[in-house]
């Protein structure tokens, strides 16, 4: 397993242990998706022979709303939050013989206008799910899926960096959710690594929730 990662050595590190006590190998990946993905791609692919899967969750949330988005933020989104899927799933692509899985991370929020200010951040993750679509007909000839995964709040970096008061809004959203809490990236990993196995290899071109509920109410 390939593992990307920007800043984060210590934890991308931490990642890699934890894969290696699964007797599986860990192979580190240093750069930033927004500045030449496929050269990253590229690079995990030399070093593991190939690839059997791609996942995108890399994600720089801008907080705007949609009436003060200037020209520099809607670029700045689209290339930190919406380019690197393409570009990185086309090149995964190139590297996966015989059949492979790529998924992307989407959001609830990019359905429903709940916080104005996610607005950025939402542009760019309807321009995913729509490449989603596209790259999955585009590649099912060659026995290669792509689904995206739209998980609903869920308790991460990115969650802080969208909140003003982080711990009033964990509460308001645990509310809102019909199961009773926020999410946590173990409950959308669970579904990525259905999506990336075999049992999944008749669902292509799909968006699938996992939200406890939140998206229905």
Known sequence: MAIGFREREREARAT??????????????RGDVADGVEALVDEA??????????VMCAVSPISLPIDELGAEELERTIAANARPFVLGSRAAARHMDGGGRIVALS?????RVRNPRYAPLALAKGVVEAAVRFLAVSLAERGITVNAVAPGPT????FHAMA????????????ATPMGRMGTPEDAARLIAFLCSEDAGWITGQLIFSDGGYSLV
Not at 45 to 54: H, I, N, Q, R
Not at 107 to 111: D, I, L, P, R, S
Not at 164 to 175: M, S
């Open 45 to 54: 692919a030399a070093g593991l022979g190939g690839l059997d899967a791609f």
């Open 164 to 175: 003003e008061d982080a711990a009033a809004l964990r509460a308001r959203l645990a509310a």
């Open 16 to 29: 890699a242990r934890a894969v290696e006590s699964l007797g599986r190998r860990a192979l580190l990946v």
């Open 155 to 158: 308790d991460t970096e990115a």
């Open 107 to 111: 959001a609830t929020g990019a359905h």
